[in-house]
């Protein structure tokens, strides 16, 4: 029998496989994918199947502790390296065959910014401009002034990138990956080296833009960075995705702490132990626990009627903390 020629068009069942992909993906996210994995030589799994939906117009937080995973999974999202098995696209698009159609429309800080120590600030964003076929030659020098205004590196635009702080070669490739606009922005711990009124200034403006339309994926390892920014989340732990969703839920569906404020502290862990409430901390006048599995009007009386004088009692919201401890088991740096 004949070999099938190049022009032939593909068997029957490759283009079967082909539109149970595409019928996978349709309605899908920003970013959509089924499957994901990645195994590096020696066995080493970094992504296990990962199957991970981007709603358009959110900001995404793409949370874990160092080495969940979250850069390969983001290195596979933007082509730089070839999955395993399994699929991904983003903006539609499958990677990294779309490559070409799909990274003109997206903007990324991927693993701290590639820099010409030599060049000035502004000469670098000149050249990641003059790199860009879609950017327009006769704008660029407005362009590349309004990307390092918007991240508060005007008055160093002059000085060499070798003399940048870590903070601002951040700041300095988020000015990269905004001087078109994007579609889709992929942040890999963008608040990296930054002060705390840094960190603010990134947050904002990573709002502004999700105001203005785009999409924002944001990898991070800061819970309370996600919690403050991001209208959905996705936690990774291993290399496999623990839950997904809007962040509201994601803290919703962990229980609170029950929180005692009393003079009696020492006497409210007590009786607060007996009545069932878990992992008990003692700080000052303050008394924190798990909620038993009880009325919890019940517990307040049993401190009342052994003497302790409760000055407040009552379950504080879960935040995304709790519900990655839920979730895991575990906990990660949450403080930087």
Not at 113 to 135: E, K, M
Not at 151 to 176: C, D, H, N
Not at 177 to 201: F, H, K, S, W, Y
């Amino acid at each position: 029998m004949d070999e099938p020629s190049a022009t032939q068009p593909p068997p029957p069942d490759a283009d079967a496989d082909a539109g149970a992909d595409a019928r996978a993906h349709a309605g899908a996210g920003v970013i959509a994918t089924r499957g994901l994995t990645k195994r590096y030589r020696g066995g080493q799994l970094a992504v296990d199947g990962l199957d991970l939906t981007v709603p358009a117009g959110s900001v995404f937080g793409f949370l874990g502790p160092n080495g969940s995973g979250k850069t390969t999974t983001i290195r596979m999202l933007m082509g730089l390296i070839a999955p395993t098995s399994g699929t991904a696209r983003v903006l539609g698009q499958p990677m990294p065959r779309a490559s070409r159609a799909v990274l003109p429309q997206v903007g990324a800080l991927i693993e701290g910014p590639a820099l010409y120590g030599f060049l000035s600030g502004r000469d670098n964003l000149t050249r990641y401009d003059a790199a860009d076929p879609t950017a327009d030659p006769r704008t660029r020098r407005t362009r590349v002034a309004q990307a390092l205004d918007r991240v508060g590196l005007s008055a160093a635009a002059g000085k060499k990138a070798k003399a940048y702080s870590l903070g601002m070669k951040q700041r300095l490739g988020l000015a990269a990956a905004l001087l078109q606009p994007r579609r889709l922005l992929v942040l890999d711990e963008p608040t990296n080296g930054l002060d705390p009124q840094g960190m603010r200034e990134i947050r904002t403006l990573v709002r502004e833009l999700a105001f203005d339309g785009t999409t924002v994926f944001l990898s991070s390892h800061l819970l309370d960075e996600i919690e403050q920014v991001c209208t959905h989340a996705a936690v990774m732990a291993q290399g496999r995705l623990v839950t997904q969703g809007a962040v509201s839920d994601l803290a919703a569906g962990a229980r609170g702490r029950l929180v005692v404020t009393t003079p009696d502290p020492g006497d409210a862990a007590r009786v607060l132990k007996e009545q069932g409430v878990g992992d008990l901390v003692v700080a000052e006048d303050r008394v924190t626990g798990e909620p038993p599995e009880r009325d919890l009007a019940e517990v307040n009386a049993a401190l009342v009627t052994a003497g302790v004088r409760v000055r407040g009692f009552g379950v504080e919201r879960a935040s995304l903390e709790d519900a990655f401890v839920a979730l895991t088991g575990e906990g990660f740096d949450v403080a930087g």
